[in-house]
């Protein structure tokens, strides 16, 4: 067996076995493949497909190329869960500490900001002195004691997808259905948990644009979940515009400390109770009354308990106003009245780039303070002269520099409706349309 | 513009504008563009294809990329003579010399064996002392004084094909007609003749194993090769089985010479005064008696000062067995007699290969006194008994580790008809069938 063969056969549109991925997987890792043998690989399977079972076998490869957690000394039933991606996206920081408060263990590995997209990482270092990088046996401590952890994966986890992904995002050959599944179920299951939860982001702000786009990959990590011998549910949910209102990293601390307190947009605290509900459920764990954790501030200091234990000062809870602060606060106002029609996740988070609040290469440098606060969201009255949006800004110019940008991003029509952020619930046993 | 943007282009299916491939061109020369993206690029180009917009525009880039020779102090129109590869292709050996004998200036720039393609330059080192790396000046001076030279491409010339060609060759990218065509005729173009002659084999020993697809690529080159303003005519002939009867360097060089003196196998004898005389009508010279010229011996003197003026001994245009020999010759015998239904030229090729005569990397040693000679061809009856070849082997333990593949790449049937060796002439008029 060659790469050269492996890669004249994918070309031809052939199914390849368990061993031919596993041999690719393996001279990905130990370097035996060269990166251009690869990328045309890469760029064959975009073109061409894989089965599910190429798709599996190339998951479980990628899971076993390198450290695999094992969770199996926290008790009970351990849910992941994860989410492809968006802008605005702090569900994980709602989500977590209230599934921990309900009694469920988290031990929860996430990522960081890369291109539009947010990072739980960054965002969690926008609490002073708040640890990222523990070790792994740290980390299933952390999860036996308070019950919640969230941490980097470590870099021995999944080096395979390392390899893929770097190749992937040079040779256009990130957006195909078999390879970002792969990707997401093989760090899941890298992961060590017992049962995954998936929120899986359709529209501007998402890795993929539409519904039937989205509802497929879903469909696809379900079914490899499965495969691989762990409950798995998605969940589709909108991703047209940003979730709530904050786009940038202590902004959108602030903002899950404010739905934690049960004072946070109201479909950000719909998700958060919807997905927290799904892993109890995938846990094994009778009916919680959810919204009595967070009225009653269990799900709050559950989180402060995480941030203490991981070396954050657990006081911003009481008192947002120790995150980070950009200096500058400018509004963009509405040039017309009517309703919000539009608020484009896509245009919202490249501003919020600009103004430093992302990166486009892993090891950038990120501003965690800045960012843009939505004023109005889709569905929203509006008149002229009201601000749709606050940038927050380190300078003056920064602000200045992405004013037109934000404003080009929201379109007001007169009659616009709200959009619903539920979208679909898809397991093994088919599709439930939840924006009926 | 960057490369990914390119390679996005071309994975859907868009045609790259000029300014595109040049870019890539460029990139690929300079290093500025990663063999990753490339190889990404060229497996979306093998699956998606290229406009003929495209093509041209790559040939012409790619032509551009080095040196290109002027061959404009040579008085009269230059023709090139270029064959696609097969196997026991030594009609350049015959039609350079007997074209020149006409007096039309023949300066052509060789290639060497690779794969189970033979290569002119290895068969003339089968000549004691033939330098085949003459310096450009040296090369053209030869032409203007005995009217005919042979000699290697120089390492400046078209190294965007030498990057590319090196990416496919390694990323099941080869067998692309536009990358194909695109490859030859940059060469053809950087090496300045004013018209072009091609010999675009079709069969089991050919890049392209079918009469439609050869003719397909036929084509193509002479479209390429007339919008880039030199007149370019195409035949397609038969590879189904070795060209003459033999197989290996110095053997093909004793052919060649049998041909020049008029005793060689008639279908190679039939190719080379065809492709004679199409050189001759695109140099625009009026009738010649050809066949005269191999029977007066004009065109084996012709050969003999070729040699000469090269370095090597032109006693062995009169002295075939100044040619190195192999030690070992054992006969493979027909275990039934019919007639002769197949010769496989691959099969042939890669016993040739196993012997030495061969190589797969382009700096890998030949043994140029090894090979395979055909005692029957297609049409051939034979008895049981009688020998289908010789293999001409350094060892004896040589010949026996091919003597099965050779006698399995022959099958004799009860009856069956020769091969016609001219199929198709295409010019930019269209296509004539030769073998009705």
Not at 179 to 190: D, Q, R, T
Request: glycine fraction near 10%; aromatic fraction near 2%; proline fraction near 4%.
């Amino acid at each position: 067996m060659t790469a050269l063969d492996l890669i004249r056969e994918k070309r031809d549109g052939q199914a390849l076995s368990g061993d031919a991925i596993r041999f690719l997987v393996a001279g990905a890792c130990d370097g035996s493949i060269p990166d251009y043998q690869l990328a045309a690989w890469l760029m064959a399977v975009r073109l061409r497909g894989m089965t599910d079972a190429e798709t599996t076998a190339l998951t479980l490869a990628m899971a076993a190329s390198g450290r695999q957690l094992d969770l199996s000394s926290i008790p009970g039933r351990k849910v992941d869960k994860h989410s492809t991606g968006g802008v605005g996206d702090k569900a994980t920081l709602v989500v977590a500490p209230l599934v921990a408060a309900a009694g469920v263990p988290v031990a929860k590995l996430s990522g960081r900001a890369l291109g539009h997209s947010g990072g739980t990482l960054d965002k969690l270092e926008a609490i002073a002195g708040f640890r990222v990088d523990l070790g792994i046996d740290e980390f299933i401590a952390q999860v036996r004691t308070i019950g919640i952890a969230i941490a980097g994966q470590t870099a021995d986890m999944v080096p395979a997808d390392k390899v893929f992904y770097a190749l992937r995002d040079a040779t256009a050959t990130v957006d195909s259905v078999p390879l970002i599944a792969s990707s997401v179920m093989s760090k899941k299951l890298a992961a060590g948990a017992d049962a995954i939860l998936l929120d899986v982001k359709a529209g501007r702000g998402a890795f993929v644009a539409t519904v039937p786009e989205a509802e497929a990959l879903a469909r696809a990590l379900v079914a490899l979940g499965t495969s691989a011998g762990r409950e798995t549910v998605a969940y589709v949910t909108d991703m047209e515009q940003p979730l709530g209102r904050a786009v940038g990293n202590a902004l959108e601390v602030r903002e899950a400390i404010d739905t934690l307190a049960g004072r946070g947009p109201a479909e950000l605290g719909d998700l958060s109770l919807r997905l927290a509900a799904e892993m109890l459920r995938l846990a094994g764990v009778q009916a919680v009354d959810l919204h009595r954790l967070l009225v009653r501030g269990d799900a709050l200091r559950k989180f402060a308990e995480l941030i203490r234990a991981q070396g954050g000062d657990p006081r911003v809870v009481d008192d947002p106003s120790l995150l980070p602060e950009a200096p500058v606060q400018r509004p963009v106002l509405a040039t017309v009245g009517g309703h919000v029609s539009g608020a484009d996740a896509l245009e919202i988070a490249l501003a919020g780039k600009a103004l430093g609040a992302g990166r486009d290469r892993k090891d950038a440098p990120i501003d965690l303070a800045v960012g843009i606060v939505l004023q109005k969201k889709i569905g929203d009255p509006i008149v002229e002269g009201e601000p749709l949006a606050v940038i927050h800004a380190r300078t003056g110019a920064d602000a200045e520099n992405v004013a037109n940008r934000v404003a080009a991003s929201f379109t007001i029509a007169e009659r616009a409706s709200p959009r619903p952020i539920l979208l679909r619930r898809v397991t093994t046993s088919g599709v439930e349309r939840l924006d009926l």
